[in-house]
């Protein structure tokens, strides 16, 4: 799993999904079609608010396996002082991969990066999803049926090898076509509020 870090998202700077649960709950499915391919997986995780310190806006949280990570809650951290001692913290984290032939392809080759971040409003519990997409366009310049390999040029200039592992979609790539990727990953933190102690 890349790093959560890569996302504008200060508890995700310092913590994953695996780290977090004992047994993450993970989901994931892989699909192809002709001339597409495409994997997604989903981990969700929980952790517990283990102790706050406002000053330095610090929280320390308790993993299901009673282990312990702290970290300092950024700016882009709305609402902190309603983070409580006993708060729930829910993790869902997904990370998706598409390819797509373009027959004859007319774009433009290169990379484009996107991304947002939405934050709790003012009042609410902290929390927030942040998302990110990388999308690359490069030209099919060679293809070698045999070692089931095509290879791509991109914007720099390099050529990288793709290792197909099904002889049917090799057979529909040629030389001149192009590839795009297209590389998505979201995060969403969420709190719960502590159960009251029953009298």
Do not use: C, W
Request: charged share 30%; net charge negative.
């Amino acid at each position: 799993m890349r790093p959560l870090a890569i996302l504008a998202l200060a508890v995700a700077a310092a913590l994953s999904p695996v780290a977090l649960a004992e047994q993450p709950t993970v989901a994931g499915a892989i699909g192809t079609a002709p001339g597409k391919g495409a994997a997604m997986q989903v981990v969700q995780a929980t952790a517990t608010v283990e102790s706050v310190d406002p000053a330095t806006r610090t929280v320390t949280l308790k993993t299901p396996r009673g282990e312990t990570k702290t970290f300092v809650a950024g700016d882009e951290v709305r609402n902190f002082e309603q983070i409580k001692v006993g708060d729930k913290v829910n993790i869902k984290y997904l990370e998706a991969f598409t390819i797509e032939l373009k027959k004859d392809g007319k774009d433009v080759v290169g990379r484009t990066e996107g991304g947002s971040l939405e934050r709790a409003a003012p009042g609410e519990k902290p929390g927030g999803i942040a998302k990110r997409e990388v999308r690359a366009v490069a030209d099919v310049v060679a293809v070698d049926e045999q070692k089931m390999i095509v290879s791509v040029k991109n914007d720099k200039g390099e050529i990288i090898d793709l290792h197909l592992h099904d002889p049917e979609q090799v057979k529909l790539v040629k030389k001149g076509d192009q590839v795009e990727a297209t590389y998505t990953e979201a995060l969403a933190v969420s709190l719960e509020p502590a159960v009251a102690a029953k009298e």
